[in-house]
């Protein structure tokens, strides 16, 4: 071989050389760019599943948590591990219109932060807390059955009612009435909700003195309840 033959052999390679580094510079980039994107997403995801005055999860949050949970149920029946499933308790708090009526909406944001910590406090890592908006949560609690979920709901009711929220010098007492409705791998998300709202509605009924000696729910009760199972 020439040396002039093996000269140009050399000089031929470097563009070459050149041409890859640049390209393996710009695949960098745009693998960078794709996380950036990735992380960006997956963040506006979580913020719009995420209440902002609370920081629980929403009602939109709460509902994608929930098929995911009776998804999981039923791939857990699949597989011979048992029915899975839990225990949803619907949360509606007494008394408190009046509270932002009398107080003011600051105040009715501080007693909305407060129950959130207190739900978040009382139940397991697993379980989960949400709010639907208004004054109305949503627990979630797994591997949990009516029974447990029905004496769990009342723990937390009875110390809510032990604590308060301090406003300008006005102790505003914590109370809810709470449906308790099971789920597993065979049912609809919108069927579970209806259910606990229904028992929910019946609690606060039961719960509030009627001159006429018999329970009666809340005016618009089923409306609501079938606007929340439609997510």
């Known amino acids: 071989m020439s040396p002039?033959?093996?000269s140009r052999i050399a000089h031929a390679a470097a563009p070459v050389t050149l041409?890859?580094?640049a390209l393996e510079s710009q695949l960098a980039e745009a693998r960078a760019t794709i996380a950036e994107q990735r992380e960006r997403i997956a963040y506006l995801e979580s913020l719009s599943m995420t209440d902002e005055l609370t920081g629980l999860l929403n009602r939109r949050g709460f509902f994608s948590h929930f098929r995911r949970e009776i998804a999981a149920a039923r791939r857990q029946r699949a597989k011979g591990n048992g029915?899975?499933?839990g225990v949803l308790v619907i949360i509606d708090l007494d008394g408190f219109k009046r509270i932002n009526d009398t107080h003011g909406h600051m105040a009715g944001d501080a007693y909305l932060r407060q129950v959130a910590?207190?739900?978040?406090?009382a139940v397991r890592e697993e379980d989960v807390v949400a709010r639907l908006g208004g004054d109305e949560f949503a627990l979630l609690l797994a591997n949990t059955d009516a029974a447990?979920?029905?004496v769990r709901a009342r723990q937390i009711a009875t110390a809510a009612c032990r604590r308060g929220v301090q406003w300008n010098n006005a102790d505003l007492p914590i109370r809810f009435s709470f449906g308790v409705q099971p789920y597993g791998a065979d049912d609809r998300e919108e069927e579970v909700i209806r259910?606990?709202?229904?028992h929910m509605y019946s609690n606060k009924a039961g719960r509030r003195p009627h001159s006429?000696?018999?329970k009666a729910a809340r005016p618009g009760a089923r409306?609501?309840?079938?606007?929340?199972?439609t997510g």
């Open 4 to 6: 002039l033959r093996g």
């Open 19 to 21: 041409e890859a580094s």
């Open 83 to 85: 029915k899975g499933g």
């Open 117 to 121: 910590r207190l739900l978040v406090g």
């Open 148 to 150: 447990c979920g029905a």
């Open 195 to 198: 259910l606990a709202d229904s």
């Open 212 to 214: 006429s000696g018999h």
């Open 223 to 229: 409306s609501a309840a079938n606007r929340r199972a």
